[in-house]
């Protein structure tokens, strides 16, 4: 039985990995997990959901490290990880995320000279075309650290190119990580009161973003394309929280479409608000691919998204609906104006990304992912 030692926060851990870890254990190998906890989340049980539901057999270790590169914790947090890979007798190790990558590549170095194999996982390079400079900084990093790996796995095109010419390490793609669409496709809503408990009306065009109010995540844009049509029908829901919660009310506020803005913070009731929305807005400046457009798509929606890194490997513009500049400001509101009058094109965008998303799923993703590390540990 090969043995397998799985790095990554414990939100990434909860969000992503934890279906393949149960998949791979019901293959035959032992797989162990070790996560740090992701600053602004550690309040939310991740710990102690994977401790219990991780495979019988498997063990977790918690590593003092963090997310953030600007920490002395992780100086801890990688000799805690070199200790546990040291005892393991591992014969691989998958990591995930740059810091938890640079750290888990750093600590397994001596006994990847004794046979052990190392896998990174990239979600998405922070540098790519179009980034701002500072963004560039990881890429030296990103770098030399390839040369502490046997194989590299990119989940976007870009990404997968970029390495392929600029690193010299193996490399793969697989088409994202992979997502459970049972859990969005099989929910039940009752339309008209699900929509009378958001304050929309029945005859209102719902557009759904989803995502933390960042600034890579530019709700911005679509705010103000919303506020340049005047249409009194069109109403805008972004679920999800973060630091620009006031500037975006502000923004609303001063564009005087405050009336058509709800900002719902974190909700566990996604899936009923996808099936009651009409369009799905993401306008991201960054993303490695991208999950809450691919779980639109599977429950139908069309899309108006950005065209950068991963999200233009499956929104398509004039296919999954319409795909734009980020800050195109003008070519987002004539996209919600086109969609918005015309329900059977909204209809004909959403039959196609039904069939367009499946590639994109966990039976998928879990099957891919076992076959590269067959290659690797056989």
Same mark, same amino acid.
């Given at each position: 039985m090969k043995r397998i030692l799985i790095t990554s926060t414990d939100v990434m851990m909860y969000m992503f990995l934890l279906p393949h870890v149960?998949?791979?254990?019901?293959?035959?190998?032992?797989?162990?997990?070790?996560?740090?906890? *992701?600053?602004?989340?550690?309040?939310?049980?991740?710990?102690?959901?994977?401790?219990?539901?991780?495979?019988?057999?498997?063990e977790y270790f918690h590593l003092s490290a963090e997310r953030t590169p600007y920490t002395l914790k992780n100086i801890k947090g990688y000799s805690e990880l070199y200790k546990i890979i040291e005892?393991?007798?591992?014969?691989?190790?998958?990591?995930?995320?740059?810091?938890?990558?640079?750290?888990?590549?750093?600590?397994?170095?001596?006994?990847?000279?004794?046979?052990?194999?190392?896998?990174?996982? *990239?979600?998405?390079?922070?540098?790519?075309?179009?980034a701002p400079l500072n963004n560039w900084l990881y890429y030296p990093i990103e770098k030399y650290m390839a040369r502490f790996c046997d194989m590299m796995v990119m989940i976007n095109w870009e990404d997968f190119y970029f390495t392929q010419k600029r690193f010299h390490t193996p490399?793969?793609?697989?088409?994202?990580?992979?997502?459970?669409?049972?859990?969005?496709?099989?929910?039940?809503?009752?339309?008209?009161?699900?929509?009378?408990?958001?304050?929309?009306?029945?005859?209102?065009?719902?557009?759904?973003?989803?995502?933390?109010?960042?600034?890579?995540?530019?709700?911005?844009?679509?705010?103000?394309?919303?506020?340049?049509?005047?249409?009194?029908?069109?109403?805008?829901?972004?679920?999800?929280?973060?630091?620009?919660?006031?500037y975006l009310k502000k923004l609303s506020k001063k564009l005087k479409i405050e009336n058509k803005v709800q900002f719902l913070g974190h909700r566990y009731d996604i899936g009923e608000i996808l099936k009651v929305s009409d369009?799905?807005?993401?306008?991201?400046?960054?993303?490695?691919?991208?999950? *809450?457009?691919?779980?639109?798509?599977?429950?139908?929606?069309?899309?108006?998204?950005?065209?950068?890194?991963?999200?233009?490997?499956?929104?398509?513009?004039?296919?999954?609906?319409?795909?734009?500049?980020?800050?195109?400001?003008?070519g987002y509101a004539g996209a919600i104006k086109k969609l918005a009058n015309n329900p059977d094109l909204r209809k004909s965008f959403g039959e196609y990304n039904m069939k367009a998303v499946e590639k994109y799923s966990i039976d998928k993703s879990t099957?891919?992912?076992?076959?590269?590390?067959?290659?690797?540990?056989?």
């Open positions: 149960k998949y791979l254990a019901n293959n035959n190998y032992q797989v162990d997990i070790a996560c740090s906890s *992701a600053e602004g989340f550690k309040t939310e049980g991740y710990e102690e959901y994977l401790r219990k539901n991780i495979p019988e057999g498997s005892q393991g007798n591992y014969d691989l190790v998958w990591t995930n995320e740059p810091v938890m990558g640079v750290i888990t590549r750093l600590a397994s170095s001596r006994q990847r000279k004794n046979g052990l194999k190392v896998l990174y996982l *990239a979600h998405g390079y922070h540098f790519f075309k179009g490399v793969k793609h697989i088409d994202g990580i992979g997502l459970d669409f049972s859990k969005f496709t099989s929910v039940s809503v009752d339309y008209k009161i699900k929509r009378r408990e958001l304050g929309i009306g029945i005859n209102d065009v719902l557009i759904l973003s989803a995502g933390e109010l960042q600034t890579c995540k530019n709700h911005e844009s679509i705010i103000k394309a919303i506020a340049s049509l005047n249409d009194s029908k069109i109403k805008y829901i972004i679920c999800g929280g973060g630091e620009l919660l006031e369009i799905f807005a993401h306008p991201s400046e960054r993303e490695g691919l991208g999950i *809450a457009p691919l779980e639109a798509m599977s429950i139908g929606l069309p899309l108006i998204t950005s065209n950068i890194q991963g999200i233009k490997d499956y929104s398509v513009n004039g296919k999954t609906g319409y795909c734009l500049d980020p800050h195109d400001i003008n099957t891919d992912m076992e076959i590269i590390i067959k290659q690797l540990v056989g």
